[in-house]
């Protein structure tokens, strides 16, 4: 079992920034896709992006995208996400996630691995 463990959450005011991590442990992957999904109080959980940590090859949910970078540094097996320009409605628990495969995937069901969570709160 590959564990996921997140951090950077915290609050900030709107407009602010932050950096989330995410570390894997254990037994890791030749190939595979890591990604970022965050749900609020209430509502489903949402697909925010993802990296391919082969290639690099990111995608965005358009409700981040300009405003959100995915990356990966695979000598930590760690993926970050940088959230700038930040709004009340990304406030969420961000989870991050990884699967086995090259593809992309939006839907939460495709991937194998998750962690914990780190609450992300951003204040008007």
Request: with cysteine; hydrophobic share 30%; aromatic share 12%.
């Amino acid at each position: 079992q590959v564990q996921l463990v997140e951090s950077g959450g915290g609050t900030v005011q709107a407009g602010g920034s932050l950096r989330l991590s995410c570390t894997a442990s254990g037994r890791t992957f030749s190939t595979y896709v890591m990604a970022w999904f965050r749900q609020a109080p209430g509502k489903e959980r949402e697909f925010v992006a993802s990296i391919s940590m082969i290639g690099g090859r990111t995608y965005y949910a358009d409700s981040v995208k300009g405003r959100n970078t995915i990356s990966r540094d695979n000598a930590k097996n760690t993926v970050y996400l940088q959230m700038n320009s930040l709004k009340p409605d990304d406030t969420a628990v961000y989870y991050c996630a990884a699967k086995p495969s090259l593809t992309y995937a939006s839907n939460y069901e495709a991937y194998n691995y998750w962690g914990q969570g780190t609450q992300v709160t951003v204040s008007s």
